[in-house]
């Protein structure tokens, strides 16, 4: 698709051929390495029209990321054509623009382009004259002030300035992205050394910074090191932070997806519980019918009782015993009825047993705390003896300190009399050594005099060799005199040249600061907005987190509560009456914590759609932003045009 919409654009703008052919090798070439998303053209010849070809395509293209333009002639306008593409392409992460003789006004674009760019990790600009002037090199450092996407910059062979090495350090001050910096075999010198020192009082993220050939002081060079050492530190154990952080979080996913599972769980028990109720009611309502049938019995009887009254006299016998059967299921009744009262009372002596057990642990607390007022007493008279034994120690050592004064009063008398014979073995070896020492000296004499007339030989030599090595450097200084005469004349019309260019450029520079200003004004606005869309986002992420607490508080009383469920229901398997009471309060308590959990579950779900309203406002605000981006980038496009063409008029 890429080399298709090339070939389309080339022969819109007429291109010339050669380029056209070297830059769809190039592609054919990536495209053979399997490496689609680079499009490396080191060496090329690009013409301007397949360079604008080329950067029409860029501006829509999505898939490369690493652009290699190195020693392709671009020029001042080359880079400004490539600075208004990078600044609608967010897919290029590398640019590589080594050896393209780019001067202050490419600086100048790119720099823009970097204040709008945030994809941009990588800049080569090895080999350029980006600090023949200091314009260029001030809209660099003004970029990087900004700039929070690029990581690394090669600044190697730019002929920068120590006053352009000392704006750049006051540019990284501000910086808070750039890792690796090349300045090698650049000016910066002392003033140079002194500013980036200064700058890494601030900046705390430049860990790797080449200075060779700067004529950068050592001590300046050892600072400089230090400072760099310090933030690679910083680096890593931020490294560090970040995949503690990650680890946290894949963790605490891992622990909200568990306790999901587990609430679905509990759920699931909740509604085999309630399923249960429902079966233990269904069982109470047949019971009750069949009292009602007892009933219904019980009336049928009365009535045939009442049917029977003229025949009482006749059965008094079996009315009696009949009462006597009533008496006794009313005694079985009764009996029932003390059980249930017994049951009952067991239940309130086994809560006062508890509340019992619960004192005699607070009374276990104040006796281990009398224990430990006990302790600590014992403790005060352990260090009362300690302190007499270390007075008893000391007397012990003062005793053994006078008898040890003792034992070297003798030693010092054996030590002299040993110090006096070792002086005088001594004097017989100073003297044997005086003798041998002579016999040296009239040695170093003889080799000393050796020695001069060889000196004096290569002397000769030398001189010889200096008369011939300053006639050669005569004529070489002559000849380069001369070339120096040819650079100067050349260097002054390229100078009239340029200063017909600059007045042009800064009139159309003044009319482009000031819409870039003006951009940055709403950009500024913007950016206050979208901080206090996130502060109202994190206020909401907190308040879930909140809810998350109260429903995992919510859950534990739900276990709690089961684990009481599953007690009761040891305790219900002995008597059918206990069961019946129990199950009523169990199913009393289940409609209660489902109430709270529905509750809970209406307030998440609510929190839920403020988040989910919240994040379709950020989503509508990034839109906005896009489109007021796209509407920048196209402004800047058309000052870009007009300047161009202003620039030709004056060409």
């Known amino acids: ?368 705390k009398k224990d430990k007022a006990l302790l600590l007493e014992e403790l005060e008279k352990a260090k009362r003896r300690e302190k007499d034994r270390i007075e008893l120690n000391d007397e012990k050592s003062l005793r053994a300190e006078q008898a040890h004064h003792k034992r070297l009063a003798e030693l010092e008398a054996d030590k002299e009399r040993e110090v006096v014979e070792r002086s005088r073995f001594y004097e017989d070896r100073i003297r044997e050594v005086e003798a041998s020492k002579a016999r040296l000296i009239e040695q170093f004499d003889r080799s000393k005099s050796e020695f001069m007339a060889e000196k004096h030989k290569l002397l000769d030599s030398v001189s010889e060799a200096e008369v011939k090595v300053r006639h050669d450097e005569a004529k070489r200084r002559q000849a380069l005199e001369m070339e120096v005469q040819t650079l100067r004349s050349l260097k002054d019309k390229v100078q009239e040249e340029l200063c017909v260019q600059i007045s042009v450029h800064t009139a159309s520079l003044r009319d482009h600061e000031a819409e870039i200003h003006s951009l940055n004004v709403a950009r500024t606005a913007f950016n206050d907005q979208v901080s206090k869309l996130e502060m109202k986002h994190a206020k909401a992420i907190q308040e879930l987190h909140s809810i998350q607490s109260e429903h995992e508080i919510s859950v534990k009383t739900v276990r709690s509560q089961d684990d009481r469920i599953h007690a009761l229901e040891t305790q219900l398997s002995k008597s059918q009456d206990e069961v019946d009471h129990l199950k009523r309060s169990r199913s009393h308590e289940h409609e209660h914590n489902s109430k709270a959990i529905r509750e809970r579950d209406e307030l998440i779900a609510k929190l839920r759609e403020e988040i989910r309203r919240l994040e379709e406002e950020m989503d509508e605000e990034r839109e906005q932003q896009d489109l007021r981006m796209k509407e920048i980038s196209l402004q800047i496009s058309a000052v870009l045009a007009s300047r161009q063409k202003s620039a030709k008029k004056a060409k």
């Open 1 to 368: 698709m890429f080399s298709q919409q090339f070939e389309a654009e080339c022969h819109v703008l007429g291109a010339c051929e050669s380029a056209v052919s070297s830059i769809k090798g190039a592609l054919k070439a990536a495209a053979a390495q399997k490496k689609d998303n680079e499009l490396v053209l080191q060496g090329h010849c690009v013409d301007g029209k397949a360079l604008t070809a080329l950067c029409t395509v860029l501006s829509k293209d999505v898939v490369i990321s690493n652009l290699c333009l190195a020693d392709t002639f671009l020029g001042d306008d080359g880079a400004i054509l490539l600075a208004g593409v990078l600044k609608k392409n967010t897919s290029i992460i590398s640019l590589d623009l080594r050896g393209n003789n780019i001067r202050s006004d490419g600086a100048i674009a790119l720099s823009q382009m970097l204040k709008m760019n945030n994809s941009l990790k990588s800049l080569m600009l090895e080999w350029n004259c980006l600090g023949i002037w200091e314009t260029g090199v001030k809209a660099l450092a003004d970029a990087l002030s900004v700039n929070d996407a690029l990581e690394f910059l090669d600044l190697r062979n730019c002929k920068i300035s120590p006053q352009g090495i000392n704006m750049l350090s006051l540019g990284l001050k501000n910086n808070k992205a750039l890792l690796k910096l090349d300045l090698r075999w650049n000016s910066a010198g002392l003033v140079g050394g002194r500013g980036l020192l200064q700058c890494f009082k601030s900046n705390h993220t430049l860990y790797e910074l080449h200075l060779s050939g700067n004529e950068i002081p050592e001590d300046l060079l050892r600072a400089i090191e230090s400072c760099i050492e310090r933030n690679a530190s910083r680096f890593e154990t931020d490294q560090k932070a970040k995949l503690n952080s990650d680890f946290l979080t894949n963790t605490f996913q891992h622990l909200a997806a568990s306790h999901q599972s587990t609430i679905d769980t509990l759920s699931t028990k909740l509604e085999l519980s309630k399923e249960e109720a429902n079966d233990v009611s269904g069982k109470l309502a047949a019971t009750t019918k069949e009292l009602e049938a007892l009933h219904e019995a019980k009336k049928r009887l009365e009535d045939s009782l009442s049917i029977i009254d003229s025949e009482k006299e006749e059965l008094n016998g079996r009315i009696s015993g009949l009462q006597r059967e009533l008496f006794e299921e009313k005694d079985k009744i009764s009996t029932m009825e003390y059980e249930s009262s017994r049951t009952t009372a067991m239940y309130q002596v086994r809560l006062k047993d508890l509340e019992s057990a619960s004192k005699e642990l607070d009374l276990q607390v104040s006796v281990l």
